[in-house]
């Protein structure tokens, strides 16, 4: 049984609206966040929950790889890049009609230069994108959270055959509670 308390959030003045984990702080309380972007960050400051509105990718083959285009655009350049899985869902209260997608993926670091550089070893990625083909715009909503070394246990953290991992598993029920509550109210402000 779940323990996270959810709070409903208003995003881009009013335009949509979703349920995130109550511990969460709206970035641009501060910080300079882009107006493209509504970004929550928890109170450790490492987990992040990024909502944007971006440009809808025209030219790749499907809309999987649609999504992996964003997410390339996203992760440093230098970060090493592990697709787990990618499938068609549902947003509860925008209905099957406006296509929408989730993966998961990690992003590895480039190796430290030496041992007392970083402790960070991959960052977890849940990602969600809608796209609004009427506007030429996808939705994307990417849920990271940092992997340090001694936060979680590496045997619990197999991705291809068995479990996500304490961190990933929270993160899964975030992302279950966005695709149940996120609701446009209205798409004016996208032009």
Excluded at 19 to 31: I, T
Excluded at 102 to 128: E, F, R, V
Excluded at 156 to 165: A, S, T
């Amino acid at each position: 049984m779940s323990t996270v308390k959810f709070k409903n959030v208003y995003l881009w003045g009013g335009a949509m609206k979703v349920d995130l984990p109550e511990g969460f702080v709206d970035a641009s309380d501060f910080r300079q966040i882009p107006d493209h972007q509504e970004v929550y960050m928890d109170n450790t400051g490492r987990a992040s929950i990024v909502l944007e509105v971006v440009e809808r990718v025209q030219d790749a083959a499907n809309d999987i790889e649609a999504m992996h285009v964003h997410l390339k655009d996203i992760v440093d350049p230098k970060d090493r890049l592990n697709f787990w899985w990618e499938r068609a869902i549902t947003i509860s209260k925008i209905g099957p009609q406006i296509p929408a997608y989730s993966l998961l993926a990690t992003a590895h670091p480039p190796p430290p230069k030496n041992d007392s550089d970083s402790t960070h070893i991959m960052t977890g990625i849940l990602m969600l994108m809608i796209r609004i083909e009427e506007h030429g715009t996808d939705i994307l909503v990417s849920i990271n959270i940092p992997h340090h070394s001694g936060t979680y246990d590496e045997l619990q953290c197999r991705l291809v055959d068995g479990p996500q991992g304490e961190l990933l598993d929270k993160a899964s029920e975030w992302r279950d509670r966005i695709v149940d509550t996120l609701e446009v109210v209205s798409l004016d402000f996208l032009g």
